[in-house]
């Protein structure tokens, strides 16, 4: 198949409707960058000064956090969830995608954006020639906060060091954020700025690029924004060596 032909139909199953063959034109793709100051790829490498875990002790490490969210009443998520979900992937995955929190659904499972809007973030982890399980799936929250509202500071702040250390035995070589509440957990600093102007803006998360885009919640209720998403995707995709019409 060709492979434009073989993109379009990729995104046609993402449900980019507002896409045609002539969205995909080559002078109408968007620019696609490494990291502001990097190279595309090699030297994007974490800035970690600890040296990178054999796979086996990565897996114990996460088995461990795992555990100790497992019993965590560090904040008052505790009182109303199922189950934790502490998160779930490749210990060695280049890339680490990171939501706001349980939902409904996460809860009742105890894994990661397994609802609508996680069948969606599936087909674009697929989209962008990864297997899920080959990427790490987290939240900067562990446990669901009641009714599915934002978790407060307070709580994002007591959970955060579970997401951190996960951070720091996977190594990501780039972090997706998945909403201005995932970016606000991890780089406060940017809480002052809208989503809508941030995402695709490559920033630092502890040495890791990181790119900030929409949750896929949104994109449920605003399909049109599934574009932009695609757009920083294929940056995420460039630091790989991947493009969309490979
Ligand atoms: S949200 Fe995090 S800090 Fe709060 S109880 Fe759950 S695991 Fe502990």
Redesign the pocket.
Known sequence: MDPIENQLRILKSLGFGVLTDVDLKEDEQPAVSAPSGAEPRSAAEPSLDVAPLPLAERVEALAQIASE?AE???????NS?TN?VPGEGNPEAGIMFVGE?PGAEEDKRGRPFVGRAGELLTKIIEAMQFRREEVFIANV???RPPGNRT?EPD?ME??LP?LKRQIEIIRPKVLVTLGKTALVGLLPEHNRIGITKIRGRWLEFEGIPLMPTFHPAYLLRSPAQKRPVWEDMQQVMAVFGKSAKQ
């Open positions: 969210v965590c009443q560090g904040c008052r998520l505790c969830r934790t929190g929250v562990k446990c978790p709580e007591t959970c579970y």
